[in-house]
């Protein structure tokens, strides 16, 4: 008789060290759903983080991924996955441990499994939270041993403010600005002509998505990244006149078999590539690592935001992502 994949799901609350603020809020804890397969002995795990900008709750997310039990019973494949939840947190979950299940039976890690370059060790972003300008330049003092800081703005008048003071105490360090959809015309005007002559590697989603059809009309030298106006492949036409860069993130692409296709379109088009993430374990970082080889730019710092991460996660070593195999995720035995 056939075995069938079991499913299990679980929801954990993972606290934050201090308060994660961006222009839309804040919290002090990362709620996040681990899906577990099992088939015989062999399991794969993948977890997700569900994001209330795309309408996601916990319990929403997990009733997307009950219905599709009676399909993984029936045999349903990572493939046919695709087709069977759309994109977002719930089918990044299934997907990623489809990844994990798969390097259990093959023997072989999903790198191999997926055709990519062995991991390597990359450099990650840290993110300062939004505060007062002072706030971020003592935490950006306090980040000397990260050359990539991502700074998250307001849109409230405040933030040339805050990049001064940023730069001021790291003048070595480059600066990505996240905007998070809080900036309109005027507000990132002001912050393009305060940004002149500073280390700027990229300003993240100034303009709310679907609002965003001004920025092909700025004539700048500064990179546009977008973020949420792309979640798959299928929006990249659409925003390619707009924005100059992507950031990949596995819970908006729905996992890493998406990410793989966006990412070798979004290069096909001649888009730079960030990757990065929500705030979450690294059970949420080691799929998204495997994309960090070529990538311009990494932002993979989830588990340094918390105050504890999983046993077996990635290793830290100032802002190195060490790739050595792991337990974890994604290798065999793991």
């Not at 994949?5 to 060290?17: A, K, R, T, Y």
């Not at 099992?38 to 709750?57: D, M, N, Q, S």
């Not at 996240?178 to 002509?193: A, H």
């Not at 993130?249 to 979004?266: F, M, N, R, S």
Request: aromatic share 6%; glycine share 8%.
């Amino acid at each position: 008789m056939a075995r069938t994949i079991e499913l299990q799901i679980d929801s954990q609350n993972w606290p934050i060290s201090g308060d994660f603020r961006i222009s839309r809020g804040s919290k002090t804890t990362a709620e996040v759903i681990v899906v577990t397969l099992k088939l015989g002995v062999y399991f794969g795990r993948g977890e997700c983080v569900p994001y209330a900008r795309y309408g996601e709750t916990i319990d929403s997310v997990t009733e997307q991924i009950k219905s599709i039990t009676s399909v993984l019973r029936a045999g349903l494949t990572r493939e046919e996955l695709q087709k069977s939840l759309p994109a977002g947190a719930a089918r990044n979950a299934v997907d990623s441990a489809f990844w994990d299940l798969q390097a259990q039976q093959s023997g072989k890690p999903v790198w191999q499994l997926a055709g990519l370059l062995e991991p390597t060790t990359v450099i990650t972003a840290i993110t300062l939270s939004l505060g007062r300008p002072q706030q971020m330049a003592k935490a950006a003092s306090m980040a000397k041993d990260y050359p990539l800081l991502k700074v998250k703005l307001a849109g409230d008048g405040s933030d040339p403010a805050r990049v001064r003071a940023i730069s001021v105490a790291r003048p070595d360090a480059q600066l990505i600005l996240d905007g998070n959809e809080g900036f309109d015309k005027q507000t990132l005007g002001e912050l393009l002509r305060a940004c002149k002559g500073m280390n700027i590697a990229a300003i993240e989603q100034p303009m709310p998505a679907g609002a965003d059809g001004e920025l092909a009309e700025i004539n700048t030298d500064f990179v546009f990244c977008a973020d949420e106006s792309l979640h798959t492949s299928d929006d990249l036409l659409r925003i390619a006149d707009m924005y100059q860069m992507i950031n990949i993130k596995l819970d908006k692409t729905g996992g890493l078999t998406e990410a793989l296709l966006l990412k070798a379109q979004a290069k096909q088009l001649g888009l730079k590539i960030m990757l990065g993430c929500m705030v979450a374990t690294s059970l949420s970082m080691a799929p998204a690592l495997l994309l960090a080889n070529d990538a311009d730019l990494v932002d993979l710092d989830g588990p340094l935001l918390l105050q504890s991460d999983r046993e077996y996660g990635l290793q830290y070593q100032g802002a190195n992502v060490l790739a050595d195999p792991s337990k974890l995720w994604g290798f065999p035995n793991s």
